[in-house]
Each structure stands twice: as structure tokens, then as C-alpha cells.
């Protein structure tokens, strides 16, 4: 039924934006945009409304395309579905046994720090290895307003919401939930569809660890992440 709605080439490039998700979040975003009713109501999803929201992510997607993969994902080249620590058969404690054997003492912590020559270290750029299909990483992805990123397409933006800040002055904890819902749909959306955060050329792929807000208090103007704090109450921080 949903085939029915979709034009041959639309069909084709589906499966490859729905890729590592039960649901479809890479387009769980524009199902919701279909909802007259929202938070705790059901919500109907029917054949014409699927391909609908299908269609709005081969939007989304850079040059109204989809993207060859996600941003960063492991266990989706031959070379590591070869070995077993992409075997989803094992169970995640052999899994993670056979990765690790495979990482020298360097090749571990290179993982787990900042490496100058892949980027600036503020973004955070982790190695990978490419013998065994392990990506490298980029851990720095905006969260105190939107997901910080390009616009993959004219119009087809991050939702950007009020800051830490100002929120945090409205004291209202629904606001907060619903903004990191949005947020977290978002940030699975633009890394499943290979978005960048700014560079035009990918070269700061969108992963899925957001930064911010801090939960720090915000008693001295001086500090310079004072508009990622929700205040000075520490209750309220």
C-alpha cells in the first residue's frame, strides 16, 4: 500500500534512510508534523501518511538524495560484518571480547581521546580502524538550542528552541522534556541521513552525543557558558 504512493526511485532510496531503526526515526520527526493531536494521543499511521513522511526525508536528505550511509555507524562494511564482533548471534559480552582483542593499548585509548590530527579538540575526534570497520568518531554535537547543523535543504532546518537560559526561567519541566524529545529524534535524523553541523563537505558529520545544557549554577556573569545554564538555584539547576 505504501508502494502505491511512492514514485520507483523514492522506493528504492527508502530502505537505505530507514537503516538501523525499528520505527523509522530517521523520519519519526515528519510522521509527527502529520498529527492533528499530539502527546499522549494515538496516532494513526496510514499507508499515504508513511510514504508522505518517506518522501519529506528524501527531502531532507543533501541534494534531495539519500545518503550512501549514516554518519559514523559501525558493522556496516564487509570487512567488520566479517568478524564477530558484529555478529548479532553472539551474545554482547563475546561481541565485545573480539573488539577489544583487536585494539592495541594506543588503539584503545585513541578511542577515548581527543586526537588533534583528525580536528580541533574542542569538536573531539576519536580514531577508529579501518582494518577491522571500526569509524572514527566526532563527539561535539550542539544541543543548548538545536542540533547544531547545516541545513541539509533550504527550509528543512533543526527546530531551534529558546536556551538553556531562558528556559530554565520558565520553570516548567514539560518544556524541558518535550524540548529533548525533539532534540534526540533530530540528532538520530540528521546522523541516519549523513548531515554535517556545518561544513558543506561533511567534514563534521552529525553523531548522536549531544552537548548541553550544563548543569552547572550560573552565580558569575562572567563565566562564559552562562547562557547553557538553566540559572543560580540550585534546585532548579
Not at 31 to 58: D, I, Y
Not at 86 to 96: F, P, V
Not at 162 to 175: D, H, Q
Request: aromatic fraction near 6%; include cysteine.
Amino acid at each position: 500500500q505504501v508502494r502505491s504512493h511512492l514514485s520507483s526511485n523514492q522506493w528504492a532510496q527508502a530502505p537505505v534512510l530507514l537503516r538501523g531503526s525499528k520505527t523509522g526515526l530517521a523520519f519519526a520527526v515528519f510522521l509527527c508534523s502529520h498529527c492533528s493531536r499530539h502527546q499522549g494521543m494515538r496516532l494513526e499511521v496510514t499507508p499515504k501518511r508513511f510514504a508522505s513522511a518517506v518522501m519529506m526525508v528524501l527531502l531532507l536528505a543533501p541534494g534531495g538524495e539519500a545518503a550512501a550511509a549514516p554518519n559514523m555507524h559501525g558493522c556496516l562494511s564487509a570487512v567488520a560484518r566479517a568478524l564477530p564482533y558484529c555478529n548479532t548471534s553472539l551474545g554482547i559480552e563475546a561481541r565485545l571480547d573480539d573488539l577489544l582483542s583487536r585494539l592495541s593499548l594506543r588503539e584503545k585509548i585513541s578511542q577515548i581521546t581527543p586526537q588533534a590530527d583528525l580536528g580541533d579538540t574542542c569538536t573531539t575526534f576519536t580514531r577508529g580502524k579501518a582494518q577491522i570497520g571500526l569509524p572514527e568518531w566526532l563527539w561535539l554535537v550542539e544541543t543548548n538550542t538545536n542540533v547544531a547543523s547545516g541545513c541539509p535543504q533550504e527550509g528543512r532546518c533543526a527546530t531551534t528552541f529558546v536556551g538553556p537560559l531562558g528556559l530554565g526561567a520558565s520553570f516548567n519541566r514539560s518544556s524541558w522534556k518535550l524540548k529533548g524529545s525533539v532534540l534526540g529524534t533530530e540528532m538520530r535524523a540528521f546522523n541516519n541521513i549523513g548531515a554535517s553541523r556545518f561544513h558543506p563537505d561533511g567534514s563534521n558529520p552529525i553523531g548522536l552525543t549531544g552537548f548541553g545544557p550544563n548543569i552547572n549554577i550560573a552565580r558569575d556573569p562572567r563565566f562564559g557558558r552562562t547562557s547553557e545554564l538553566p540559572g543560580e538555584d540550585p534546585l532548579l539547576s
